[in-house]
């Protein structure tokens, strides 16, 4: 098994910028990619970006493009979302998720172990 925990979500103004954290724990060999996901209110859940477990191979979704960077810290086994340029529209429950096995790192790649979530808020 893989526990995921994310954290550093809160409250931000438009234009302004968070970082969240996922720390990774347990049977972390087994993970080929980590992503991150987020749910508003009434909708589905996003893929937002996505990351080869070596730190590789960053992917994002069209509409945090140039605004939001995936990163990993080999040292802590921990992955980063540094989100620049806040807008309304990205207030949400991100969480972060973990693929095990093997393969390539998409915006659909599917993933086998899941955070709880962290919320962020972008006040206009």
């Known amino acids: 098994q893989v526990q995921l925990v994310e954290s550093g979500g809160g409250l931000v103004q438009t234009g302004g910028s968070l970082t969240l954290s996922c720390a990774a724990s347990g049977r972390t060999f087994s993970i080929y990619a980590v992503g991150w996901f987020r749910q508003a209110p009434g909708k589905e859940r996003e893929s937002v970006a996505g990351?080869?477990?070596?730190?590789?191979?960053?992917t994002y979704v069209d509409s945090v493009k140039g605004r939001f960077t995936i990163s990993r810290d080999n040292r802590k086994d921990t992955v980063y979302l540094q989100m620049n340029s806040l807008k309304p529209e990205d207030t949400a429950v991100y969480y972060c998720?973990?693929?095990?096995?093997?393969?390539?790192?998409?915006?659909?790649?599917?993933?086998?172990?899941w955070g709880q979530g962290t919320q962020v808020t972008v006040s206009s």
């Open positions: 998720a973990a693929a095990r096995g093997n393969g390539r790192v998409t915006i659909n790649t599917q993933y086998d172990y």
């Open positions: 990351i080869r477990w070596t730190g590789t191979s960053p």
